[in-house]
């Protein structure tokens, strides 16, 4: 895995600073008052820091951006960074500045000046989240980070904050490490084993291989992996760090998706490596709630297949049964994740008997087209868990949007035989989709749907993430649960 850079915490030193290495950053508000530190390093570098602040470039900064002074006259450090925040930041803005220092500083040292300074661990968190790089398949890795010091009025308290923060990293960065390695690397045995990994962290993982799955009557997910030599597998994660039923987490967790018989083009199938994004999210998410011992209760389950055309794969045509029951005309085999899903929901409703049920994947283009890669798309059944969701994402800034359901979209889905199709056509293709899905989601469970296509992976670099995967979903998933299943 990724190793994060290592951030501590102490008190401010100001006579250490004319002798610290590696970058200096210093926090000052949009008009320039200097605090006690500010001065002190605007004497060492002979009034510099004054002149940035009186500056017009210094007025057009943006909260959380900022100018960095190169080999400042008196001190040792390589730079200087200036950040323009006020001493007491939003969260968005905090995370922000820790991400623009990480992005300058790269590997070098960093000697973060917080004074009087709020929110000093989420300032830290996207210090850490900003600083991810994935190398591990490159021939030279790059090295793990220098370390992040940083100065501040209560050290002790800010290292006890930043320990949740630092669990919530952990996990983001397991689920980047997991959707940025290729198929090759992670197939569905790999996969699954490190995910039984999580058991030294006090997760109770299980793993029911094909035999099983036919045996409960996996139709629709075994029919989507027949044409891969990679078995089909289910892993089960249990976190059991509270009472009462637990909240359920699904993962549409495709390997690789060629999309079977159904060919994707080629242009740009590279990037179906990251169609098991939904259950990176489940396995991030159930990492961090053991590493900051959640006191709740909650199961992520993934359902791991890879989509391969062959002369054993599904067939346009072909009809499944569900381990509901239903049977589905397969159509179109490039719409799979839902075949994986609605076995993987239904046996999570069967057997874990879940108090709320959330499923996570890569599902459609569609989403794509109408939210593009700045917003989830969130469906549901329940308008009191959608709005705790919309609530904690939005805490959290990973963004989300919630899409309609409907009956009427039920029509694009029927079949003449079979109970249903398993594509409904272009319109809607998002809402048909869940619309799908929610046919295995019993009447009485509460459930939201999101599609992270647009989001698990980007080709431009987000606030906390450089391009590539991003983690999306752990954080507003990790504080939905501390704020709405999480016990006093």
């Not at 968190?125 to 980070?145: C, H, I």
């Not at 009191?384 to 409907?406: I, M, Y």
């Not at 029509?411 to 809607?428: F, Y």
Request: net charge negative.
């Amino acid at each position: 895995m990724t190793e994060l850079r290592n951030v501590s915490f102490q008190a401010v030193e100001l006579d250490a600073l004319a002798e610290t290495e590696g970058r200096v950053a210093v926090f000052l508000p949009a008009e320039g008052t200097m605090s006690p530190g500010a001065r002190r390093v605007n004497r060492l570098s002979k009034g510099a820091v004054a002149r940035v602040v009186e500056s017009d470039a210094w007025e057009k900064l943006a909260v959380g951006q900022m100018i960095s002074l190169g080999y400042p006259a008196g001190m040792k450090a390589s730079a200087v960074d200036l950040v323009k925040l006020p001493r007491r930041p939003q969260v968005s803005e905090a995370r922000k500045a820790g991400a623009a220092l990480a992005k300058a500083a790269g590997k070098t040292a960093v000697t973060v000046l917080c004074e009087n300074t709020t929110r000093v661990e989420d300032l830290a968190l996207g210090l850490v989240l900003r600083g991810y790089a994935f190398t591990q398949r490159k021939s030279d890795p790059s090295e793990m980070p220098a370390p992040a010091t940083v100065m501040c009025k209560a050290p002790d308290e800010a290292a006890t904050a930043f320990e949740v923060a630092r669990a919530v990293a952990e996990g983001v960065t397991f689920t980047r490490d997991l959707v940025s390695e290729p198929a090759n690397v992670l197939g569905t045995v790999e996969f699954a084993d490190r995910l039984l990994a999580l058991k030294d962290l006090g997760l109770e993982v299980e793993v029911l291989e094909e035999d099983k799955l036919a045996e409960l009557g996996m139709g629709a997910m075994l029919g989507v992996g027949q044409g891969s030599a990679m078995p089909s597998k289910i892993v089960i994660m249990r976190w059991k760090g509270g009472e009462g039923d637990p909240l359920a987490l699904v993962g549409k967790g495709v390997v690789f998706d060629t999309g079977g018989i159904s060919l994707k083009p080629a242009g740009g199938m590279e990037d179906m490596t990251m169609d098991m994004g939904g259950a990176g999210v489940v396995a991030g998410v159930m990492k961090t709630l053991a590493m900051r011992k959640a006191k709740a209760n909650v199961v992520g389950l993934v359902g791991l297949v890879e989509n391969m055309p062959s002369s054993t794969a599904q067939r346009p045509g072909d009809i499944v049964t569900s381990m509901k029951g239903d049977t589905i005309e397969v159509i179109n085999t490039d719409a799979e994740g839902r075949l994986v899903l609605c076995d993987v929901m239904w046996y999570a409703q069967e057997h874990e008997k879940p108090k709320a049920m959330i499923d996570l994947a890569t599902l459609t283009g569609a989403v794509i087209i109408a939210l593009g890669h700045e917003n989830a798309g969130v469906l549901s059944n329940n308008d009191a868990l959608a709005n705790q969701f919309l609530r904690a994402a939005d805490a959290e800034g990973e963004g989300a949007w919630r899409l309609p359901l409907g009956k009427a979209y039920d029509d694009q889905l029927k079949s003449l035989k079979a109970d249903m199709k398993n594509v409904g056509g272009r319109p809607a293709g998002t809402i048909t989709a869940a619309q799908f899905l929610q046919r295995f989601v019993k009447e009485d469970m509460p459930w939201i749907h999101l599609d992270i296509a647009g989001v698990a992976q980007t080709t431009g670099e987000t606030a906390l993430a450089p391009k590539g995967a991003t983690g999306w979903g752990v954080m507003a998933l990790d504080r939905l649960v501390r704020d709405q299943f999480e016990a006093e």
